[in-house]
C-alpha cells in the first residue's frame, strides 16, 4: 500500500487549503485515517484523525478550523484547512491502518507535503 499526499502549498494568513491523502493498493479496509504535522525544531503532533471504531479526534489548536474526511469508496482522505493561521506552517503526513485482509491491519505513512501561512 502506498499513500500520495497532494494539495500542500502556499496561503495566506485566514486562506484555505485542502489536502487530499489517497491510499493505493490491496486494501480491504481502511480503519483509520490521520494527519500529523512537524514543524522545523518541533515534534511532529496530531492534527486529525477519523477512525471506524472511535470518534473524530482534533489537536486543540485546529479544532473548529480543519475537518478532517474520508471517501471510502476513492480509499481517499481529505483535510480541509480553514482560516489558516503562520503557526500553521509544516510539513503535513498522512498516516493510515489499513487491513489488506480481515485478519491484518499495518500502519502507513506518506511522504509529507508543506503548507507554509504567510501573514
Known amino acids: 500500500v502506498h499513500l500520495m499526499e497532494s494539495g500542500g502549498g502556499l496561503a495566506q494568513s485566514g486562506g484555505s487549503l485542502r489536502l487530499s491523502c489517497a491510499a493505493d493498493?490491496?486494501?480491504?479496509?481502511?480503519?483509520?485515517m490521520g494527519w500529523y504535522r512537524q514543524a522545523p525544531g518541533k515534534q511532529r503532533e496530531l492534527v486529525a484523525v477519523i477512525s471506524s471504531d472511535e470518534p473524530t479526534r482534533y489537536g486543540d489548536s485546529v479544532k473548529g478550523r480543519f475537518t478532517v474526511s474520508i471517501d471510502n469508496a476513492k480509499n481517499t482522505g481529505y483535510l480541509q484547512m480553514n482560516s489558516l493561521k503562520p503557526e500553521d506552517t509544516a510539513v503535513y503526513y498522512c498516516?493510515?491502518?489499513?487491513?489488506?485482509?480481515?485478519?491484518?491491519?499495518?500502519?502507513?505513512w506518506g511522504q509529507g507535503t508543506q503548507v507554509t501561512v504567510s501573514s
Open positions: 498516516n493510515a491502518h489499513i487491513r489488506p485482509s480481515p485478519n491484518y491491519e499495518y500502519e502507513y
Open positions: 493498493g490491496y486494501i480491504f479496509k481502511i480503519t483509520a
